[in-house]
């Protein structure tokens, strides 16, 4: 065999023989450069750039793909510790048998540009394959339309490959280096080496406590403001950190201050427990701490993909309840029937049927609410504290709602989408008036009290109180407005017809009568919120799009490093069996010692992940508004529902991988 051909031959024949740790991590590194490489093409195809909204799925996809960049490289790199700490007996064997560090390296190097060049290819050609697929389902959730078509892009190629390449060279650089510094001797230890025991655990412990103690107390005191997406990223990155310090410290203190427990500790059963989990908890407590990141990330993922699926008509239904709104001039009021009559006549023209049509006078001003009195706005204002107020008649009101209020001079009705104003009275710039009542819902809105668009709506007595008092917060000819919403049923070119007519017809006076251009003429403003509806629809689509990404990533990790640490567990415990049983232990205890032991191990990343999901669901709650999406006891439900199933998928994986773990012991 020639030279040149024999490092080339040997780093595929290593990569054969150790196919059942390579393989999975080859398929993680081919599904992540997938959906990035997936994520790329979308961003680069022309089609993104004249779809209707599509600026909205574009910003997303960027996003997620700057999250799918950050998340992948330490991920990898975590992994491809695993792999090299799998190979290093072997690698101390060539160093023992004569073969040079720098042939190791070469082999090294071999081996990644063969692994580099099977992930590449791979991920491509699914690309190729299934990149149309993944843009029309894209399109599918998103509500775009689905005739457009697909492109492919080799930029999307080049930048992929840029970017694995990068992560390649990062793990090779560190494989060479750990194998370079390390004598033979350690290189055949080395895969039965654990991780180093922290120094300093009571350090470790606190800074852990305080950092997870920190994220937990950002998520807690969360509220809907300018810095709630900077609190966000801040919990999460306290809460991860902290998280490794959990397990690489404070475990390791609390077992061992079990230990220090000598009536305690020198108990059969406890013994062999807890010093088996020091042992384990000092030798894979970083590999625990990942399952546990990765757990959470699943089940907070899935949590905000249902919401988000459940609730996407119904918030774009309280957003939007009406297809068209137009508002006329106050004085068209007098002309109530005429209008609604045209409206009912355009709609029975363009073959529509009206599924809801409401009417009334108002007046919009904005005010700053100290206490319990409303002024105008100025310079330095709390912004929080700035509200829209919504002024219209009780004889309106009463129409609407179907009730029967009766107010005298100077008291009104009240209601607010947001928290209860509370009191019975009300100031207005300079006039004080009473709160008769304050009332739960208006039209098709309800109150949510963390609304991220709070404003107030007061019924006054008649409309010389309401004029009076919109005059005090706006300019002295201020009039009122008589604001129209029409919903319908039917075709949505028809829609659209009756929506031009509608909005149009009133100031071309070769289509209507003298009488109709008087009525129609007082539009002052007309609105089609059938785009706005297919706005968020797009929002919420792309989010889902994204969330079912992640969460499948999520899920890969987390199942390959559950995977990975069922391998180390074997290997190690198949010279434990071996020495509790020169010890005098019976094959029976010493399977249910250690059964235990890993039981406990597996369990508690779950737990720990389980308390981290119910925590940070507060901050999540606190995003969602900012999504117009208040129905907290459906996402406690969802909540619930998924922490559940994650919990017995996450028992199934266990039971799965652990095939691996009992495989290598009973050999």
């Given at each position: 065999?020639?030279?040149?051909?024999?490092?080339?031959?040997?780093?595929?024949?290593?990569?054969?023989?150790?196919?059942?740790?390579?393989?999975?991590?080859?398929?993680?590194?081919?599904?992540?450069?997938?959906?990035?490489?997936?994520?790329?093409?979308?961003?680069?195809?022309?089609?993104?750039?004249?779809?209707?909204?599509?600026?909205?799925?574009?910003?997303?996809?960027?996003?997620?793909?700057?999250?799918?960049?950050?998340?992948?490289?330490?991920?990898?790199?975590?992994?491809?510790?695993?792999?090299?700490?799998?190979?290093?007996?072997?690698?101390?064997?060539?160093?023992?048998?004569?073969?040079?560090?720098?042939?190791?390296?070469?082999?090294?190097?071999?081996?990644?540009?063969?692994?580099?060049?099977?992930?590449?290819?791979?991920?491509?050609?699914?690309?190729?394959?299934?990149?149309?697929?993944?843009?029309?389902i894209l399109l599918n959730v998103t509500g775009m339309p689905v005739d457009c078509e697909f492109r492919f892009s080799i930029q999307s190629v080049l930048y992929s490959m840029l970017y694995y390449g990068v992560i390649c060279l990062i793990n090779l650089f560190m494989n060479l280096v750990q194998v370079g510094k390390a004598s033979p001797v350690e290189l055949l230890s080395g895969s039965s080496k654990g991780e180093k025991e922290p120094k300093h655990l009571w350090v470790g412990t606190v800074i852990g406590l305080l950092l997870t103690g920190g994220g937990y107390y950002l998520a807690i005191i969360a509220k809907v403001d300018m810095w709630i997406y900077t609190n966000f990223f801040f919990a999460v990155l306290l809460v991860v950190v902290g998280t490794h310090f959990l397990f690489t410290s404070t475990s390791i203190t609390f077992l061992k201050f079990l230990k220090r427990n000598r009536r305690f500790y020198y108990k059969r059963d406890n013994f062999?427990?807890?010093?088996?989990?020091?042992?384990?908890?000092?030798?894979?407590?970083?590999?625990?701490?990942?399952?546990?990141?990765?757990?959470?990330?699943?089940?907070?993922?899935?949590?905000?993909?249902?919401?988000?699926?459940?609730?996407?008509?119904?918030?774009?239904?309280?957003?939007?309840?009406?297809?068209?709104?137009?508002?006329?001039?106050?004085?068209?009021?007098?002309?109530?029937?005429?209008?609604?009559?045209?409206?009912?006549?355009?709609?029975?023209?363009?073959?529509?049927?009206?599924?809801?049509?409401?009417?009334?006078?108002?007046?919009?001003?904005?005010?700053?609410?100290?206490?319990?009195?409303?002024?105008?706005?100025?310079?330095?204002?709390?912004?929080?504290?700035?509200?829209?107020?919504?002024?219209?008649?009780?004889?309106?009101?009463?129409?609407?709602?179907?009730?029967?209020?009766?107010?005298?001079?100077?008291?009104?009705?009240?209601?607010?989408?947001?928290?209860?104003?509370?009191?019975?009275?009300?100031?207005?710039?300079?006039?004080?008036?009473?709160?008769?009542?304050?009332?739960?819902?208006?039209?098709?809105?309800?109150?949510?009290?963390?609304?991220?668009?709070?404003?107030?709506?007061?019924?006054?007595?008649?409309?010389?109180?309401?004029?009076?008092?919109?005059?005090?917060?706006?300019?002295?000819?201020?009039?009122?407005?008589?604001?129209?919403?029409?919903?319908?049923?039917?075709?949505?070119?028809?829609?659209?017809?009756?929506?031009?007519?509608?909005?149009?017809?009133?100031?071309?006076?070769?289509?209507?009568?003298?009488?109709?251009?008087?009525?129609?003429?007082?539009?002052?403003?007309?609105?089609?919120?059938?785009?706005?509806?297919?706005?968020?629809?797009?929002?919420?689509?792309?989010?889902?799009?994204?969330?079912?990404?992640?969460?499948?990533?999520?899920?890969?990790?987390?199942?390959?490093?559950?995977?990975?640490?069922?391998?180390?567990?074997?290997?190690?415990?198949?010279?434990?069996?071996?020495?509790?049983?020169?010890?005098?232990?019976?094959?029976?205890?010493?399977?249910?010692?250690?059964?235990?032991?890993?039981?406990?191990?597996?369990?508690?990343?779950?737990?720990?992940?389980?308390?981290?999901?119910?925590?940070?669901?507060?901050?999540?709650?606190?995003?969602?508004?900012?999504?117009?999406?208040?129905?907290?006891?459906?996402?406690?439900?969802?909540?619930?529902?998924?922490?559940?199933?994650?919990?017995?998928?996450?028992?199934?994986?266990?039971?799965?991988?652990?095939?691996?773990?009992?495989?290598?012991?009973?050999?």
């Open positions: 065999m020639k030279k040149t051909m024999l490092l080339p031959r040997m780093a595929i024949q290593n990569l054969k023989n150790n196919a059942n740790t390579y393989l999975p991590y080859i398929l993680a590194s081919v599904f992540g450069l997938f959906t990035y490489f997936s994520f790329d093409l979308l961003m680069r195809n022309d089609i993104m750039k004249y779809l209707p909204k599509a600026a909205y799925a574009y910003m997303l996809l960027a996003v997620g793909r700057v999250l799918l960049m950050i998340i992948l490289v330490p991920f990898l790199y975590y992994t491809n510790s695993f792999l090299i700490k799998r190979r290093k007996s072997e690698l101390g064997l060539y160093s023992v048998l004569g073969m040079e560090k720098k042939h190791m390296g070469g082999m090294l190097f071999l081996e990644s540009l063969l692994m580099y060049g099977v992930v590449v290819v791979l991920s491509t050609l699914l690309g190729v394959l299934f990149g149309k697929l993944i843009f029309l062999t427990v807890v010093s088996g989990m020091l042992y384990r908890m000092k030798k894979n407590a970083a590999s625990l701490a990942n399952i546990c990141v990765f757990s959470a990330m699943v089940m907070i993922t899935f949590i905000c993909t249902v919401c988000v699926v459940a609730k996407v008509d119904e918030v774009t239904e309280h957003k939007y309840p009406y297809e068209f709104e137009m508002d006329f001039q106050a004085d068209r009021k007098a002309d109530r029937e005429a209008i609604l009559g045209r409206a009912n006549q355009y709609a029975e023209e363009n073959k529509l049927t009206i599924k809801r049509m409401v009417d009334y006078e108002y007046a919009s001003v904005k005010g700053t609410l100290e206490g319990e009195s409303f002024r105008l706005r100025q310079e330095g204002d709390d912004f929080t504290m700035m509200f829209y107020i919504e002024l219209l008649t009780v004889e309106d009101l009463n129409r609407l709602q179907n009730t029967e209020f009766t107010l005298n001079p100077g008291e009104v009705v009240l209601f607010t989408n947001g928290e209860d104003y509370g009191s019975n009275h009300i100031r207005l710039m300079d006039t004080d008036f009473t709160v008769k009542e304050e009332i739960e819902s208006f039209l098709l809105d309800e109150k949510h009290p963390f609304s991220y668009s709070t404003y107030y709506l007061l019924a006054f007595c008649n409309r010389d109180e309401l004029l009076q008092v919109a005059r005090k917060f706006g300019n002295p000819q201020l009039d009122t407005k008589y604001f129209l919403g029409i919903s319908t049923e039917g075709a949505e070119e028809d829609k659209s017809n009756f929506y031009y007519e509608f909005a149009n017809d009133g100031a071309n006076q070769t289509l209507v009568s003298p009488e109709v251009e008087r009525i129609l003429g007082g539009l002052l403003e007309a609105r089609d919120n059938r785009q706005d509806s297919e706005e968020v629809k797009v929002l919420y689509g792309t989010l889902v799009f994204i969330g079912i990404f992640f969460g499948a990533i999520f899920v890969i990790f987390m199942l390959l490093i559950l995977y990975y640490k069922q391998i180390v567990e074997g290997y190690e415990d198949k010279r434990n069996y071996e020495i509790m049983a020169k010890v005098g232990m019976s094959d029976e205890e010493t399977k249910q010692n250690i059964s235990k032991q890993i039981k406990l191990t597996f369990l508690l990343p779950l737990a720990v992940a389980t308390i981290h999901t119910l925590v940070g669901m507060n901050m999540v709650k606190e995003l969602f508004i900012t999504l117009e999406l208040y129905d907290n006891h459906f996402v406690n439900l969802c909540t619930l529902g998924v922490c559940v199933v994650f919990a017995i998928f996450y028992g199934l994986s266990y039971k799965k991988t652990a095939k691996a773990y009992y495989k290598i012991v009973k050999h």
